[in-house]
């Protein structure tokens, strides 16, 4: 089945540097979306990327979706403690009738002040 | 705040035992899909309901069922709980079963012992 992997798992920085997260789909994705689950939270909806190539900012997140599809990246520029949570790619099947999301595993962001 | 609710917000059931969680969907919209996430993992789509008919299930046995009302409100029933059940069970709504992005509640967390 369709698998959508995450690196890394965890990341730690200081407060002031940054931070990447790289999503990975096993297969071709209609459009992928981002989220930030804090902790004990719910995941919260970030972005939604459809365009292959696609590049979206959001102040100092940066988001990308790759030419096939497939992969993305977001990155945070001079982190704060504010940034610390669970980000989670979250993709759809391409031509999938249903708002199916996979979700990625995941990378654990902490900040140190 | 999503305007997504879920009830109760914690729950301790035995092995065995059943169990039925409620979700209230955002206004305006018609579709909810429920989601299992374990500790340290991502969500995991159980299913989806549209305009009140399952519109998509994930790799979930048959004890885990769902409703879905005229109002566009959502239960999930779960049948013959394992100690493997427990975990964090979100709702997410969608303005539609398409592209959109999902609300998320506050998930209800169940503890099987």
């Known amino acids: 089945g369709q698998q959508v992997m995450q690196i890394p798992q965890y990341q730690h920085v200081q407060e002031g540097e940054d931070f990447t997260t790289y999503c990975n789909s096993s297969?071709?994705?209609?459009?992928i979306q981002w989220y930030k689950q804090r902790p004990g939270g719910h995941p919260v909806f970030l972005i939604q990327?459809?365009?292959?190539?696609e590049v979206k900012k959001q102040k100092r997140l940066t988001f990308q979706f790759g030419e096939a599809k497939k992969n993305s990246s977001l990155h945070i520029t001079a982190t704060q403690t504010t940034d610390v949570g669970t980000y989670f790619c979250?993709?759809?099947?391409?031509?999938?009738?249903?708002?199916?999301?996979?979700f990625g595993t995941g990378t654990l962001l902490a900040v140190q002040p | 705040e999503t305007g997504v609710t879920q009830s109760p917000t914690h729950l301790i059931k035995t092995r065995g035992q059943q169990v039925t969680l409620r979700c209230s969907s955002q206004?305006?919209?018609?579709?909810v899909s429920w989601y299992q996430q374990a500790l340290g993992q991502g969500p995991q789509f159980i299913f989806q309901?549209?305009?009140?008919?399952?519109?998509g299930r994930g790799n979930f046995p048959p004890r885990f069922s769902g409703l879905q009302f005229p109002n566009y409100s959502s239960e999930l029933n779960v049948n013959a709980l394992e100690l493997d059940d427990s975990a964090l069970y979100l709702c997410?709504?969608?303005?539609?079963?398409?592209?959109?992005?999902?609300?998320f509640g506050q998930g209800t967390r169940l503890t099987v012992v």
């Open positions: 997410a709504s969608s303005l539609d079963r398409g592209r959109t992005e999902a609300f």
């Open positions: 206004s305006g919209h018609n579709t």
């Open positions: 309901y549209y305009r009140e008919e399952e519109n």
């Open positions: 979250a993709g759809r099947d391409y031509g999938g009738a249903t708002n199916k999301l996979i």
């Open positions: 990327l459809v365009k292959s190539g």
């Open positions: 297969t071709t994705l209609s459009n």
